[in-house]
């Protein structure tokens, strides 16, 4: 089978992994993949050195005509028998070029509870007809862009994404013996809601709960100059380190004692599972598919409320080194039921080979 992805871009994000991963195990079952991606640089690629990745250099409204030229020209050549887009510019853009160029199968995914504002919704709406199958990565997420009236309940399904469990996995690693790690994962942008998680250990600060804790956040973006701002003026740059770009994730994760997730919004939080996988205990905002990635391990807090954040915090850093320990074999054996890549994997070649 001929499969081609095509997602907005290839930076750092759970949503890149996801489709890196898939092109990835398709490939190693023996099918023909190729990745397109509209624009950006390649931060996240597959570990396959022979899946080409295709730029549409679709930069710019001006550049549409010649990112579709482009597409047309390498359905034509490639002929794939299903492709699958990611995010919500791949998925229009996707629609939009089979008026002009034929797909046996056309799939649409979502990664997200919120994909933007009303255009965005009714250029979902408006589309619709264009693909054969769409989904969203969680079952909140699925019901938050069906009231928001992009899908109805007959043409949007609920897929999960899965992880690498081989390469997720809870290992010995070195780390200060002397202080409470707490990892962060994700972009510096509006969603990740990073204002929140400071303003919840200034909380913690102030209450003189946080001596021997240190929050480290790996990720960098376009608020990265502000982020640092309201970390000096809330007084706790002893405390947070921000950590750039990183590609060991995995092994973060394992120098980690906890892990702590502050987003408004999300579709289904790749690191949680990640995090999960790992033996972390969870502390996570209710912000689109935490509750079902969590099931009864971890903390859940409420989106926006530092206080309760905090408190969260608080509990998780007061638990028994017994009771952490417990919650992380149980999170493990959530993750391998629920969000192994395996699963996925069979779940989407399901799709692909269904008439």
């Known amino acids: 089978m001929k499969i081609l992805y095509v997602i907005t871009g290839l930076g750092v994000g759970g949503a890149e992994k996801v489709v890196s991963d898939l092109a990835d195990q398709m490939s190693t079952l023996g099918h023909q993949v190729k990745i397109a991606y509209l624009t950006g640089e390649i931060l996240v690629r597959p570990k396959n050195i022979n899946i080409d990745l295709i730029s549409l250099d679709l930069n710019n409204l001006y550049g549409l005509y010649s990112a579709s030229k482009k597409y047309k020209k390498l359905i034509q050549d490639f002929q794939p028998d299903v492709v699958h887009a990611h995010m919500v510019h791949a998925n229009i853009f996707a629609r939009i070029s089979r008026i002009r160029c034929t797909v046996p199968k056309l799939i649409c995914t979502a990664h997200n509870s919120n994909e933007g504002g009303k255009l965005r919704m009714m250029a979902y709406r408006l589309t619709n007809f264009l693909s054969d199958f769409n ?32 390469k997720f996995k809870s290992f010995k690693t070195a780390k200060k013996i002397d202080e409470i790690m707490v990892l962060s994962v994700g972009r510096f942008n509006e969603q990740k809601d990073y204002p929140n998680l400071f303003k919840a250990i200034k909380i913690l600060k102030d209450n003189s709960l946080i001596e021997k804790v240190k929050f480290y956040i790996a990720g960098d973006g376009e608020l990265r100059s502000y982020l640092e701002k309201t970390i000096e003026d809330y007084g706790i740059k002893n405390n947070v380190v921000l950590l750039g770009k990183r590609s060991d994730i995995p092994e973060l994760l394992n120098q980690a004692d906890y892990f702590v997730l502050s987003s408004r919004h999300e579709g289904l939080p790749t690191v949680v599972i990640e995090a999960m996988a790992c033996e972390k205990f969870v502390v996570a905002t209710d912000c689109g598919g935490s509750a079902e990635i969590l099931g009864e391990t971890g903390i859940l807090v409420p989106i926006e409320d530092s206080e309760a954040l905090a408190k969260g915090l608080e509990q998780a850093i007061s638990l028994t080194g017994d009771q952490i320990r417990n919650n992380g074999k149980l999170a493990r054996e959530r993750v391998e039921k629920l969000f192994s890549l395996e699963a996925s994997v069979n779940k989407w070649l399901a799709l692909y080979e269904a008439e």
């Open 135 to 166: 989904s969203n990565v969680s079952q909140e997420a699925t019901e938050s862009l069906i009231s928001k009236g992009a899908f109805n309940k007959n043409n949007l399904t609920t897929v999960y994404n899965g992880i690498d469990l081989s």
